[in-house]
């Protein structure tokens, strides 16, 4: 089974940088599509950002140009940069692996706040 294990949430200024961290304990992690989904207090969780395995990336338009999503599959780890950060990207924030099924991490909390 894949385990996920995220890291880097935390208290952020408005305007500041943080970056999130996922680290899979997947054999053939290269073949996984990863991704990053959050959820806000009182909303859905939503897709923020993925990346395939040959590398193509997607985000929400909420972050685009604020948020970068990479990965390092000689360490088995997936990135999310988040720059300007805002008070609505409070939330909790997911990493997924998906293969021949979807995997899903604890979720790390970020909060944006004065």
């Known amino acids: 089974q894949v385990q996920l294990v995220e890291s880097g949430g935390g208290l952020v200024q408005p305007g500041g940088s943080l970056r999130l961290s996922c680290t899979a304990s997947?054999?053939?992690?290269?073949?996984?599509?990863m991704g990053w989904y959050r959820q806000a207090p009182g909303k859905e969780r939503e897709l923020v950002a993925r990346?395939?395995?040959?590398?193509?990336?997607d985000y929400a338009d909420a972050v685009k140009g604020r948020f970068t999503i990479s990965r390092d599959n000689a360490r088995g780890t997936v990135y999310l940069q988040m720059n300007s950060l805002k008070s609505e990207d409070t939330a909790v924030y997911y990493c997924?692996?998906?293969?021949?099924?979807?995997?899903w991490g604890q979720g790390t909390q970020v909060t944006v706040s004065s």
């Open positions: 997924t692996a998906t293969y021949r099924s979807d995997y």
């Open positions: 997947a054999y053939i992690f290269s073949h996984y599509t």
């Open positions: 990346i395939t395995n040959f590398g193509r990336t």
